[in-house]
């Protein structure tokens, strides 16, 4: 298996641009999840999937971002409008709960 | 919330010296895991320790886990210099359908050949 792909890898953008970041999760995991890694603020949970359904959107900052997971094989996070402070590492990371996590390699956001 | 908390925050050694990070939580857990971080990769699982087990194993990797003390040791023996990474623990407080799992800030190692 290729493993977690997450696309775009890395997205220069302006502030108030919409960002759509891809993830495409290990075949035959039932939970997706979304981190944010900064500096400050180290690795945060934004949202978790389980069987293709939103279980816990606790950690999603705001209404600006919203994530959709179609099909047990496709999830998007979407920001719009960014901002700077939305600058940071996004992981796409699968499992099959609740087993350990396969990260992707991230999607590194800067937002100018 | 960060439910782990690593220590030290980093840790700079010689090739050949075993390297200890502590990981320290708040609320009862399931399980707790420890991943590394390659810089500007994604983080890889290296193992799992559950909430009824104190000690594990895997290659130079040894886990301890005390839930009295709610703390837990990553020791690497005979370290290399490709073991410099990040190192985070990450603690499971799953019920039900909702998996909880929360990541520390981290511990960076460097090994220095």
């Known amino acids: 298996d290729a493993g977690v792909i997450q696309s775009p890898r890395h997205e220069v953008t302006e502030m108030g641009q919409e960002v759509t970041l891809r993830c495409k999760p290990i075949?035959?995991?039932?939970?997706l999840f979304w981190y944010r890694q900064t500096m400050m603020r180290g690795l945060e949970l934004l949202i978790y999937?389980?069987?293709?359904?939103?279980?816990?959107d606790s950690g999603m900052p705001e209404d600006r971002f919203s994530a959709k997971m179609p099909n047990a094989s496709f999830s998007t996070l979407k920001i719009q409008p960014s901002e700077p402070r939305d600058s940071a590492v996004y992981f796409c990371?699968?499992?099959?709960?609740?087993?350990?996590?396969?990260f992707g390699e991230g999607s590194r956001l800067t937002v100018l | 919330s960060q439910q782990g908390e690593e220590d030290p925050q980093a840790l700079s050694i010689q090739e050949g010296e075993n390297a200890t990070m502590n990981c320290s939580y708040k609320?009862?857990?399931?399980?707790l895991q420890w991943y590394r971080q390659n810089s500007g990769r994604g983080l890889v699982h290296l193992i799992l320790?559950?909430?009824?087990?104190r000690e594990k194993h895997s290659g130079r990797l040894r886990v301890t886990l005390d839930t009295s003390k709610k703390s837990s040791s990553l020791l690497i023996t005979a370290s290399r210099a490709a073991d410099t990474a990040s190192y985070f623990c990450?603690?499971?407080?799953?019920?039900?359908?909702?998996?909880?799992?929360?990541f520390g800030k981290g511990t960076l190692l460097t090994v220095n050949p």
């Open positions: 990371a699968s499992s099959f709960y609740p087993g350990e996590l396969f």
């Open positions: 075949s035959g995991h039932n939970s």
């Open positions: 999937f389980n069987n293709n359904v939103p279980i816990d």
């Open positions: 609320t009862s857990i399931n399980n």
């Open positions: 320790i559950r909430s009824n087990e």
């Open positions: 990450a603690t499971d407080e799953s019920g039900g359908s909702n998996y909880k799992l929360t």
